[in-house]
């Protein structure tokens, strides 16, 4: 029983200067964020020319690895398998697809930002919610704010999971494309295809990028307005959110 005492004191205690801790990042740390969010907004790798976010395929066509592989000796001849059953075409060893680095450099400043973002939005939610009262019978209107502000959140999070999951289904897509144009140089709309892919993907990394920004604006609005209900639900039941 001594034991659960102090255990139970050290989760008191953590529990109060994990309120404080996050009362002081929505109040300093977000306005910061939502400072620094807008000058990444500015950096040139959110401001590329239509013309220029497309990445240029160095693709062989089968008429030149037809005759690559004429011009080397039989025994020297590296034969890839095949891109599928009803593929017959070789594959050179050295060819490379790369990646659209514009896509990758804007991934490389994106990624930190949805990582941080998530983890305050966690944080955010855990501190409304060790505020709930216990339910009692009346006087819930500051409770049904804190619900309110804690749905806002759950919202956040799920569209958090959508952009993670976009960039995957976005590298996936764009892999099979390549496959085609590789199997289908003649073809030109496969290589369109792959550059309205990376013009689509390279406009919503930065509509993300600014998603987030505006996702610290509201949160810190609505927690600057609405502050007061959330530590103390049940002072008042005459406001109303926001």
Known sequence: MEAQTE?????KEFYET?????????????????????????MPEFHIAANDIKCKLEIPTISKIENNVKNCDEKNVVKRPRL?????????EQTH????????????????????????VNDVKLWVSLFIPKIEDGNNFGVGVQEEIIHEVEQVKSIIDTYLEQVSLYYEVRGKFITKVFKYP????????????????YFYLTHTL?????????????????????????????????
């Open 186 to 201: 003649y073809i030109e709309d496969y290589r369109c295809t792959v550059a309205e892919l990376d013009y689509k993907q």
């Open 210 to 242: 600014c998603d987030i920004c505006n996702t610290y604006k509201t949160l810190h609005d609505t927690v600057i307005k609405n502050i007061e209900k959330i530590k103390k639900p049940r002072s008042s039941n005459t406001d109303s959110l926001y």
């Open 84 to 92: 599928d059953s009803n593929s017959h075409d070789l594959i050179p």
């Open 18 to 42: 994990f309120k404080i801790d996050v009362e002081n990042r929505i109040l300093q740390k977000f306005p910061e964020r939502i400072i620094h969010l807008n000058e990444l907004l500015k």
């Open 7 to 11: 255990a139970a004191k050290k989760a």
């Open 97 to 120: 697809i790369p990646h659209n680095k514009n896509i990758t450099e804007a991934l490389k400043i994106l990624k930190p930002n949805i990582k941080e973002l998530a983890e305050d």
